[in-house]
């Protein structure tokens, strides 16, 4: 079974900084994108980063310059590091990626099951 398990998150202060990862384990033949979304009570789950395979990424315009995403193809994690954090940024930060586990044909979306992150002094 293909799963993702995220760790790290926490409570940090407005200006602090906190880095999340997730490690995609199972019977996995191959991983293309990985991504970072986040939801807070009441709103959409919105994008917050991706990395493609080959280290191409993609930001919510909201985190550029303040957020860093990479991932290590030999371990199937990503990773996530948020700087210079902001309250209205509180929210679960869910992993998402694009699978395929062995013995398929095709890829499938998988998430996990979330972490908190919370900025509050």
């Known amino acids: 079974q293909v799963q993702l398990v995220e760790s790290g998150g926490g409570l940090v202060q407005p200006g602090g900084s906190l880095s999340v990862s997730c490690a995609a384990s199972?019977?996995?033949?191959?991983?293309?994108?990985m991504g970072w979304y986040r939801q807070a009570p009441g709103k959409q789950r919105e994008l917050v980063a991706v990395v493609m395979r080959d280290g191409g990424t993609k930001y919510a315009d909201s985190v550029k310059g303040r957020f860093t995403i990479s991932r290590d193809n030999a371990k199937n994690t990503v990773y996530l590091q948020m700087n210079c954090l902001k309250p209205e940024e509180t929210s679960g930060y869910y992993c998402n990626a694009d699978m395929r586990p062995l013995g398929m044909i095709s890829n499938s979306n998988y998430w996990g099951q979330g972490t908190q992150v919370t900025v509050s002094s």
């Open positions: 199972g019977s996995i033949f191959s991983i293309n994108a």
